[in-house]
Protein backbone atom coordinates (compact mmCIF):
# COMPACT_ATOMS: atom_id res chain seq x y z
CA UNK A 1 0.00 0.00 0.00
CA UNK A 2 1.21 3.16 -1.19
CA UNK A 3 0.44 5.35 2.58
CA UNK A 4 2.97 2.02 4.41
CA UNK A 5 5.75 2.71 2.06
CA UNK A 6 5.44 6.20 2.75
CA UNK A 7 5.46 5.72 6.81
CA UNK A 8 8.46 3.34 6.22
CA UNK A 9 10.28 5.51 4.12
CA UNK A 10 10.02 8.69 6.96
CA UNK A 11 10.82 6.29 9.44
CA UNK A 12 9.39 5.25 13.28
CA UNK A 13 9.33 8.63 15.01
CA UNK A 14 9.78 12.07 15.22
CA UNK A 15 9.94 15.08 13.40
CA UNK A 16 11.84 18.46 12.85
CA UNK A 17 10.37 20.42 16.19
CA UNK A 18 11.84 23.46 14.64
CA UNK A 19 8.60 22.91 12.45
CA UNK A 20 5.75 24.87 14.23
CA UNK A 21 2.63 23.52 13.85
CA UNK A 22 -0.66 25.50 14.74
CA UNK A 23 -1.33 24.85 19.21
CA UNK A 24 -4.20 25.15 20.76
CA UNK A 25 -4.96 28.67 21.88
CA UNK A 26 -7.72 31.38 22.17
CA UNK A 27 -9.30 30.46 18.31
CA UNK A 28 -9.34 27.07 19.41
CA UNK A 29 -13.21 27.19 18.78
CA UNK A 30 -13.44 29.18 15.14
CA UNK A 31 -11.09 26.32 14.33
CA UNK A 32 -13.18 23.31 15.79
CA UNK A 33 -15.76 25.06 13.94
CA UNK A 34 -14.41 25.12 10.32
CA UNK A 35 -12.10 21.82 10.92
CA UNK A 36 -14.19 19.64 13.72
CA UNK A 37 -12.87 18.69 16.81
CA UNK A 38 -9.37 18.73 16.43
CA UNK A 39 -8.85 14.97 18.46
CA UNK A 40 -10.77 13.60 15.04
CA UNK A 41 -8.06 14.91 13.17
CA UNK A 42 -4.95 13.67 14.64
CA UNK A 43 -3.26 11.19 12.44
CA UNK A 44 -1.04 8.50 13.71
CA UNK A 45 1.63 9.00 15.69
CA UNK A 46 0.77 12.48 16.68
CA UNK A 47 1.74 14.31 13.87
CA UNK A 48 0.04 17.12 12.11
CA UNK A 49 0.08 17.35 7.86
CA UNK A 50 3.12 19.85 8.41
CA UNK A 51 5.04 17.29 9.97
CA UNK A 52 4.49 15.14 7.57
CA UNK A 53 5.43 17.36 4.67
CA UNK A 54 9.05 18.53 6.68
CA UNK A 55 10.23 15.35 6.24
CA UNK A 56 8.68 14.25 3.15
CA UNK A 57 10.54 17.98 2.11
CA UNK A 58 13.94 16.77 3.56
CA UNK A 59 13.48 12.82 1.90
CA UNK A 60 13.08 14.53 -1.18
CA UNK A 61 15.57 17.28 -0.94
CA UNK A 62 18.27 15.88 -3.67
CA UNK A 63 19.78 18.47 -6.17
CA UNK A 64 18.02 18.13 -9.62
CA UNK A 65 19.27 20.12 -12.53
CA UNK A 66 16.74 23.13 -12.95
CA UNK A 67 14.75 22.60 -9.64
CA UNK A 68 14.51 25.73 -8.40
CA UNK A 69 11.97 24.48 -5.52
CA UNK A 70 10.15 21.21 -5.16
CA UNK A 71 8.48 20.86 -1.77
CA UNK A 72 8.08 24.17 0.16
CA UNK A 73 6.06 26.89 -1.81
CA UNK A 74 3.05 27.79 -3.41
CA UNK A 75 3.95 25.87 -6.38
CA UNK A 76 6.97 24.06 -7.54
CA UNK A 77 9.35 25.93 -9.63
CA UNK A 78 11.44 24.14 -12.54
CA UNK A 79 13.66 26.50 -15.25
CA UNK A 80 12.82 26.01 -18.99
CA UNK A 81 15.76 25.24 -21.06
CA UNK A 82 13.15 28.71 -22.67
CA UNK A 83 15.07 30.96 -19.75
CA UNK A 84 11.07 31.07 -18.38
CA UNK A 85 10.42 29.55 -15.34
CA UNK A 86 7.47 26.76 -15.04
CA UNK A 87 5.27 26.92 -11.52
CA UNK A 88 3.47 23.91 -10.59
CA UNK A 89 0.51 23.61 -7.78
CA UNK A 90 -1.75 21.03 -7.13
CA UNK A 91 -4.73 21.03 -4.75
CA UNK A 92 -7.03 18.65 -3.50
CA UNK A 93 -11.06 19.29 -2.91
CA UNK A 94 -12.70 16.58 -0.67
CA UNK A 95 -16.54 16.38 -0.12
CA UNK A 96 -17.61 17.12 3.25
CA UNK A 97 -14.12 18.53 4.08
CA UNK A 98 -13.37 21.05 1.67
CA UNK A 99 -16.91 21.64 0.56
CA UNK A 100 -20.76 20.38 1.05
CA UNK A 101 -22.59 19.43 -2.06
CA UNK A 102 -26.12 21.14 -0.60
CA UNK A 103 -24.21 24.25 -0.23
CA UNK A 104 -23.23 24.94 -3.49
CA UNK A 105 -24.10 24.66 -6.94
CA UNK A 106 -21.72 22.32 -9.62
CA UNK A 107 -21.07 25.38 -11.51
CA UNK A 108 -19.56 27.00 -8.75
CA UNK A 109 -17.64 24.05 -7.03
CA UNK A 110 -15.74 24.11 -10.84
CA UNK A 111 -15.20 27.77 -10.27
CA UNK A 112 -13.52 27.08 -7.10
CA UNK A 113 -11.53 23.86 -7.99
CA UNK A 114 -10.10 25.77 -10.41
CA UNK A 115 -9.28 29.35 -8.43
CA UNK A 116 -7.79 27.94 -5.44
CA UNK A 117 -4.71 26.20 -7.40
CA UNK A 118 -4.69 29.85 -9.86
CA UNK A 119 -4.54 31.09 -6.48
CA UNK A 120 -1.29 29.54 -5.99
CA UNK A 121 0.34 30.15 -9.64
CA UNK A 122 -0.85 33.88 -8.31
CA UNK A 123 1.42 33.38 -5.85
CA UNK A 124 4.25 32.82 -7.31
CA UNK A 125 3.95 35.16 -9.35
CA UNK A 126 3.12 33.32 -12.83
CA UNK A 127 0.60 33.68 -15.37
CA UNK A 128 -1.51 29.86 -15.58
CA UNK A 129 -1.11 28.61 -19.16
CA UNK A 130 -2.13 24.85 -18.80
CA UNK A 131 -4.56 22.64 -16.18
CA UNK A 132 -5.73 19.13 -15.98
CA UNK A 133 -7.98 17.73 -13.48
CA UNK A 134 -9.04 14.21 -11.68
CA UNK A 135 -12.21 13.35 -10.68
CA UNK A 136 -13.57 11.01 -8.45
CA UNK A 137 -17.25 10.75 -8.62
CA UNK A 138 -19.56 8.73 -6.87
CA UNK A 139 -22.43 6.47 -9.57
CA UNK A 140 -25.65 8.71 -8.67
CA UNK A 141 -23.52 11.97 -9.30
CA UNK A 142 -22.62 10.34 -12.62
CA UNK A 143 -26.08 10.14 -14.22
CA UNK A 144 -26.57 13.64 -13.16
CA UNK A 145 -25.75 16.69 -15.02
CA UNK A 146 -23.53 17.65 -11.91
CA UNK A 147 -20.27 17.41 -14.07
CA UNK A 148 -21.63 19.28 -17.48
CA UNK A 149 -22.51 21.98 -14.42
CA UNK A 150 -19.36 21.50 -13.00
CA UNK A 151 -17.10 21.76 -15.90
CA UNK A 152 -19.27 25.09 -17.18
CA UNK A 153 -18.46 26.84 -14.31
CA UNK A 154 -14.62 25.37 -14.60
CA UNK A 155 -14.52 26.53 -17.93
CA UNK A 156 -15.72 29.84 -17.62
CA UNK A 157 -13.17 30.80 -15.45
CA UNK A 158 -10.81 29.19 -17.52
CA UNK A 159 -11.63 31.01 -20.07
CA UNK A 160 -11.15 34.42 -18.33
CA UNK A 161 -7.56 33.01 -17.00
CA UNK A 162 -6.26 31.63 -19.85
CA UNK A 163 -5.70 28.13 -18.84
CA UNK A 164 -6.02 25.50 -21.21
CA UNK A 165 -7.16 22.05 -20.30
CA UNK A 166 -4.62 19.52 -20.99
CA UNK A 167 -5.76 16.12 -19.33
CA UNK A 168 -6.55 14.65 -16.12
CA UNK A 169 -8.14 11.64 -14.94
CA UNK A 170 -11.90 10.13 -14.19
CA UNK A 171 -12.87 7.44 -10.99
CA UNK A 172 -15.87 6.28 -9.22
CA UNK A 173 -16.04 6.22 -5.53
CA UNK A 174 -17.98 4.67 -3.66
CA UNK A 175 -20.04 7.89 -1.64
CA UNK A 176 -18.49 11.62 -2.17
CA UNK A 177 -16.37 13.81 -4.59
CA UNK A 178 -13.24 14.08 -4.63
CA UNK A 179 -11.41 16.63 -6.74
CA UNK A 180 -7.52 17.17 -8.15
CA UNK A 181 -6.49 20.07 -9.87
CA UNK A 182 -2.96 20.44 -11.39
CA UNK A 183 -2.28 23.90 -12.90
CA UNK A 184 1.49 24.84 -15.15
CA UNK A 185 1.84 28.62 -14.79
CA UNK A 186 5.35 30.22 -16.76
CA UNK A 187 6.84 33.28 -15.56
CA UNK A 188 10.53 35.29 -16.09
CA UNK A 189 11.01 35.50 -12.32
CA UNK A 190 8.88 33.52 -9.33
CA UNK A 191 8.24 35.10 -6.34
CA UNK A 192 9.24 33.04 -3.47
CA UNK A 193 8.16 32.64 0.17
CA UNK A 194 11.75 32.69 1.07
CA UNK A 195 12.82 36.66 0.16
CA UNK A 196 11.35 38.11 2.98
CA UNK A 197 14.28 40.37 4.78
CA UNK A 198 13.58 42.77 8.00
CA UNK A 199 12.52 46.30 7.55
CA UNK A 200 10.41 45.16 4.47
CA UNK A 201 6.89 46.07 4.85
CA UNK A 202 4.26 43.45 4.92
CA UNK A 203 1.23 43.81 2.39
CA UNK A 204 -1.98 42.15 1.25
CA UNK A 205 -4.55 42.38 -1.32
CA UNK A 206 -8.57 42.92 -0.56
CA UNK A 207 -9.95 42.09 2.12
CA UNK A 208 -9.56 39.37 4.76
CA UNK A 209 -12.22 36.97 7.36
CA UNK A 210 -15.15 37.06 4.03
CA UNK A 211 -14.88 33.58 3.05
CA UNK A 212 -14.78 32.42 6.64
CA UNK A 213 -17.54 34.50 7.66
CA UNK A 214 -19.32 32.87 4.63
CA UNK A 215 -19.10 29.69 5.83
CA UNK A 216 -20.35 30.37 9.01
CA UNK A 217 -23.53 31.45 7.84
CA UNK A 218 -24.01 27.89 5.57
CA UNK A 219 -23.30 26.44 8.84
CA UNK A 220 -25.56 28.27 11.10
CA UNK A 221 -28.58 28.77 8.18
CA UNK A 222 -27.47 26.87 5.57
CA UNK A 223 -28.64 23.23 7.03
CA UNK A 224 -32.39 24.14 7.23
CA UNK A 225 -32.82 25.71 3.54
CA UNK A 226 -30.38 22.97 2.04
CA UNK A 227 -31.37 20.50 -0.56
CA UNK A 228 -29.76 17.33 -2.20
CA UNK A 229 -27.63 18.49 -5.25
CA UNK A 230 -28.53 22.28 -5.21
CA UNK A 231 -27.56 25.16 -4.38
CA UNK A 232 -28.01 26.45 -1.20
CA UNK A 233 -30.53 29.25 -1.70
CA UNK A 234 -30.12 32.46 0.78
CA UNK A 235 -33.70 33.22 0.77
CA UNK A 236 -34.27 35.12 4.10
CA UNK A 237 -30.30 36.37 4.24
CA UNK A 238 -29.79 40.00 3.49
CA UNK A 239 -27.38 41.17 0.34
CA UNK A 240 -23.89 41.14 2.87
CA UNK A 241 -24.88 37.49 3.79
CA UNK A 242 -25.23 36.76 0.31
CA UNK A 243 -21.89 38.17 -0.74
CA UNK A 244 -20.09 36.92 2.12
CA UNK A 245 -21.43 33.21 1.27
CA UNK A 246 -20.48 33.93 -2.71
CA UNK A 247 -16.40 35.22 -1.00
CA UNK A 248 -16.57 31.40 0.06
CA UNK A 249 -18.00 29.49 -2.46
CA UNK A 250 -16.52 31.53 -5.80
CA UNK A 251 -12.64 32.90 -4.67
CA UNK A 252 -11.44 35.13 -7.34
CA UNK A 253 -7.30 34.72 -7.43
CA UNK A 254 -5.27 37.71 -7.30
CA UNK A 255 -3.67 36.70 -10.57
CA UNK A 256 -2.95 40.61 -12.36
CA UNK A 257 -1.45 41.42 -8.65
CA UNK A 258 0.76 38.29 -8.69
CA UNK A 259 1.80 39.16 -12.45
CA UNK A 260 2.34 42.63 -11.45
CA UNK A 261 4.52 42.33 -8.55
CA UNK A 262 6.74 39.98 -10.39
CA UNK A 263 7.13 42.30 -13.54
CA UNK A 264 7.74 45.03 -11.53
CA UNK A 265 10.06 43.85 -9.34
CA UNK A 266 7.82 45.08 -6.27
CA UNK A 267 7.86 41.72 -4.19
CA UNK A 268 10.51 40.14 -2.26
CA UNK A 269 8.36 37.01 -1.08
CA UNK A 270 4.69 36.21 -1.55
CA UNK A 271 2.33 33.63 -0.17
CA UNK A 272 -1.76 32.91 -1.06
CA UNK A 273 -3.91 33.40 1.82
CA UNK A 274 -5.56 29.69 1.92
CA UNK A 275 -5.07 28.48 5.67
CA UNK A 276 -5.93 31.75 6.94
CA UNK A 277 -3.52 35.10 7.34
CA UNK A 278 -1.91 34.24 10.94
CA UNK A 279 -0.74 30.35 9.66
CA UNK A 280 -0.15 31.52 6.65
CA UNK A 281 2.27 34.32 7.98
CA UNK A 282 3.92 32.02 10.02
CA UNK A 283 4.88 30.15 6.48
CA UNK A 284 6.23 32.65 4.86
CA UNK A 285 8.24 34.01 7.80
CA UNK A 286 9.59 30.81 8.51
CA UNK A 287 10.92 29.79 4.74
CA UNK A 288 12.30 33.68 5.24
CA UNK A 289 14.20 32.70 8.61
CA UNK A 290 12.26 36.23 10.13
CA UNK A 291 9.11 37.42 11.92
CA UNK A 292 6.96 39.75 11.69
CA UNK A 293 4.40 42.60 13.73
CA UNK A 294 1.44 43.42 12.60
CA UNK A 295 -0.79 46.03 13.21
CA UNK A 296 -4.19 44.74 14.09
CA UNK A 297 -5.63 48.15 13.15
CA UNK A 298 -4.66 48.01 9.76
CA UNK A 299 -5.92 44.27 8.87
CA UNK A 300 -8.35 45.14 6.10
CA UNK A 301 -11.20 43.04 7.76
CA UNK A 302 -13.81 42.48 5.10
CA UNK A 303 -16.27 45.38 5.49
CA UNK A 304 -19.29 43.02 4.72
CA UNK A 305 -19.14 41.18 8.21
CA UNK A 306 -20.69 44.82 9.99
CA UNK A 307 -23.45 44.47 7.93
CA UNK A 308 -24.35 40.79 8.04
CA UNK A 309 -26.20 38.71 9.78
CA UNK A 310 -23.62 36.92 11.53
CA UNK A 311 -22.90 37.03 15.52
CA UNK A 312 -20.73 36.02 18.03
CA UNK A 313 -17.88 35.85 15.73
CA UNK A 314 -14.78 38.50 16.35
CA UNK A 315 -14.18 39.89 13.13
CA UNK A 316 -10.39 40.27 13.70
CA UNK A 317 -10.33 36.88 14.94
CA UNK A 318 -12.49 35.62 11.19
CA UNK A 319 -9.60 38.38 9.54
CA UNK A 320 -6.89 36.48 11.05
CA UNK A 321 -7.90 32.54 11.79
CA UNK A 322 -10.38 32.00 9.09
CA UNK A 323 -9.17 30.37 5.29
CA UNK A 324 -10.11 30.73 2.19
CA UNK A 325 -10.11 34.47 1.43
CA UNK A 326 -7.59 33.77 -1.61
CA UNK A 327 -5.81 37.04 -0.96
CA UNK A 328 -2.46 37.59 -1.29
CA UNK A 329 0.53 38.18 1.09
CA UNK A 330 3.87 40.15 -0.27
CA UNK A 331 6.87 42.23 1.18
CA UNK A 332 8.03 45.06 -0.19
CA UNK A 333 11.31 46.57 0.48
CA UNK A 334 10.72 50.23 1.96
CA UNK A 335 12.27 52.00 -1.23
CA UNK A 336 10.02 50.30 -3.34
CA UNK A 337 6.88 51.40 -1.80
CA UNK A 338 6.29 54.73 -3.62
CA UNK A 339 6.28 52.42 -7.02
CA UNK A 340 3.26 50.00 -5.57
CA UNK A 341 0.07 50.84 -7.13
CA UNK A 342 -2.98 51.63 -4.29
CA UNK A 343 -5.10 49.48 -6.06
CA UNK A 344 -5.09 46.67 -9.43
CA UNK A 345 -8.67 45.57 -11.29
CA UNK A 346 -10.35 47.68 -8.35
CA UNK A 347 -8.55 45.38 -5.78
CA UNK A 348 -6.63 47.04 -3.35
CA UNK A 349 -3.52 46.10 -1.06
CA UNK A 350 -2.47 47.69 2.21
CA UNK A 351 0.16 47.99 4.51
CA UNK A 352 -0.46 46.02 7.96
CA UNK A 353 2.74 45.05 9.27
CA UNK A 354 6.65 44.60 9.11
CA UNK A 355 9.44 41.98 8.70
CA UNK A 356 11.56 42.09 11.58
CA UNK A 357 14.82 39.71 12.09
CA UNK A 358 13.45 38.59 15.13
CA UNK A 359 11.87 34.98 14.51
CA UNK A 360 8.87 36.04 16.17
CA UNK A 361 5.13 37.03 15.23
CA UNK A 362 3.57 39.89 17.21
CA UNK A 363 0.31 41.38 17.07
CA UNK A 364 -0.34 45.24 18.13
CA UNK A 365 -3.74 45.58 19.28
CA UNK A 366 -5.17 48.32 21.33
CA UNK A 367 -1.39 49.49 22.05
CA UNK A 368 -0.76 45.72 23.41
CA UNK A 369 1.79 43.45 22.09
CA UNK A 370 0.42 39.92 22.22
CA UNK A 371 2.04 36.83 20.51
CA UNK A 372 0.14 35.59 16.82
CA UNK A 373 0.09 31.98 17.22
CA UNK A 374 -1.12 30.26 13.48
CA UNK A 375 -4.94 29.47 14.00
CA UNK A 376 -5.47 29.15 10.58
CA UNK A 377 -7.35 25.70 9.30
CA UNK A 378 -5.33 22.48 9.54
CA UNK A 379 -6.30 19.35 8.44
CA UNK A 380 -4.33 17.16 10.54
CA UNK A 381 -3.13 18.42 13.93
CA UNK A 382 -0.51 17.05 15.90
CA UNK A 383 -0.89 15.97 19.29
N1 LIG B 1 1.32 14.75 0.03
C1 LIG B 1 2.27 15.59 -0.36
N2 LIG B 1 3.41 15.12 -0.93
C2 LIG B 1 4.37 15.96 -1.34
N3 LIG B 1 4.33 17.29 -1.18
C3 LIG B 1 3.24 17.81 -0.61
C4 LIG B 1 2.15 16.99 -0.17
N4 LIG B 1 1.19 17.80 0.35
C5 LIG B 1 1.65 19.05 0.24
N5 LIG B 1 2.88 19.07 -0.34
C6 LIG B 1 3.71 20.24 -0.62
O1 LIG B 1 3.89 20.96 0.59
C7 LIG B 1 3.88 22.37 0.37
C8 LIG B 1 2.80 23.03 1.19
O2 LIG B 1 1.54 22.50 0.81
P1 LIG B 1 0.18 23.04 1.39
O3 LIG B 1 0.21 23.02 2.88
O4 LIG B 1 -0.90 22.30 0.70
O5 LIG B 1 0.23 24.54 1.00
P2 LIG B 1 -0.49 25.44 -0.04
O6 LIG B 1 -1.28 26.38 0.78
O7 LIG B 1 0.55 26.14 -0.80
O8 LIG B 1 -1.34 24.57 -0.95
C9 LIG B 1 3.69 22.52 -1.13
O9 LIG B 1 4.95 22.67 -1.70
C10 LIG B 1 3.06 21.22 -1.56
O10 LIG B 1 3.34 20.89 -2.90
C1 LIG C 1 -17.58 21.82 4.40
C2 LIG C 1 -16.41 22.71 4.68
N1 LIG C 1 -15.87 22.73 5.92
C3 LIG C 1 -14.80 23.51 6.18
C4 LIG C 1 -14.25 24.30 5.20
C5 LIG C 1 -13.08 25.20 5.53
N2 LIG C 1 -11.84 24.84 4.87
C6 LIG C 1 -11.63 23.71 4.19
S1 LIG C 1 -10.08 23.65 3.51
C7 LIG C 1 -9.66 25.16 4.17
C8 LIG C 1 -8.29 25.78 4.01
C9 LIG C 1 -7.62 25.60 2.72
O1 LIG C 1 -7.55 24.26 2.32
P1 LIG C 1 -6.21 23.45 2.10
O2 LIG C 1 -6.56 22.09 1.64
O3 LIG C 1 -5.34 23.57 3.31
O4 LIG C 1 -5.63 24.28 0.91
P2 LIG C 1 -4.13 24.68 0.65
O5 LIG C 1 -3.66 25.48 1.81
O6 LIG C 1 -3.40 23.37 0.50
O7 LIG C 1 -4.17 25.47 -0.62
C10 LIG C 1 -10.73 25.68 4.89
C11 LIG C 1 -10.71 26.97 5.60
C12 LIG C 1 -14.85 24.24 3.94
N3 LIG C 1 -14.38 24.96 2.90
N4 LIG C 1 -15.93 23.47 3.70
MG1 LIG D 1 -2.74 26.28 -1.75
Redesign the pocket.
Known sequence: MKSRGVAKALGANGFDASQESPRADESESLREKLSGPASKHVAGKGRS??D??AR??RI?ATAKPRLV????????LVRERTGQTLAI???MLVEEIDFRRQWTTARDLGHKALA?SLS?IA?MGARPRWALISLGVPQEIWRTDFLDDFYRGWFALARASGVALIGGDISRTPERIVIDSVVLGETRRAIMRSGARPGDLLFVTGALGGAAAGLHLLMTNGVEEAHENASFRPRRTSRADRRLIRRHLRPEPRLSWGNYLTEKKLATAM??L??GLSS?LA?LCRESGVGAIINAEAIPIDPLIAKSSLRGEDPLRLALDGGEDFELLFTVRPRDIRRLPRELDGVRAVCIGEVTARRRLVLVRDGHTLPLRPGGFVHFHSR
Open positions: EFLILRAIGIGDDAATADVDAIDSDDH
